[in-house]
């Protein structure tokens, strides 16, 4: 399985910028996914999650009300909005998918993640 995140780039502050996830996952409306973040000498930590239908979402205190994620099941694509970005967005962006086993929930949680995308730069200039 393999997951190719792309949109990353430079951007000022207050600036938005798109990232997408495209999987090679079979069926791709069987996994919930996630959108993380490691910035450098931090650890990674959760941005959102939305469930398999994409009926329900979770996002991080710190992106709430900027970030929206969102899926497209018929283009195997997730999708990360973010707008108002700030410089303490900066980060490698990275998605993951999780078999859902049909519960159409989102978590916060990062360990339960089976696939991982090898993440996009994400730079916001102040």
């Known amino acids: 399985v393999q997951l190719q995140a792309s949109g990353g780039g430079l951007v000022q502050a207050g600036g938005s910028l798109r990232l997408s996830c495209t999987t090679s996952v079979r069926t791709f409306s069987n996994y919930r996914m996630g959108w993380f973040r490691q910035a450098p000498g931090k650890e990674r930590e959760f941005v959102a999650a939305i469930s398999w239908s994409g009926a329900n979402a979770v996002y991080a205190d710190s992106v709430k009300g900027r970030f929206t994620i969102s899926r497209d099941n018929a283009k195997n694509t997730v999708f990360l909005q973010m707008n108002s970005l700030k410089p303490e967005d900066t980060a490698v962006y990275y998605c993951?998918?999780?078999?859902?086993?049909?519960?159409?929930?989102?978590?916060?949680?990062?360990?339960?993640?089976?696939?991982w995308g090898q993440g996009t730069q994400v730079t916001v200039s102040s």
């Open positions: 993951a998918a999780e078999f859902s086993y049909g519960l159409d929930y989102a978590h916060n949680g990062m360990n339960t993640y089976e696939y």
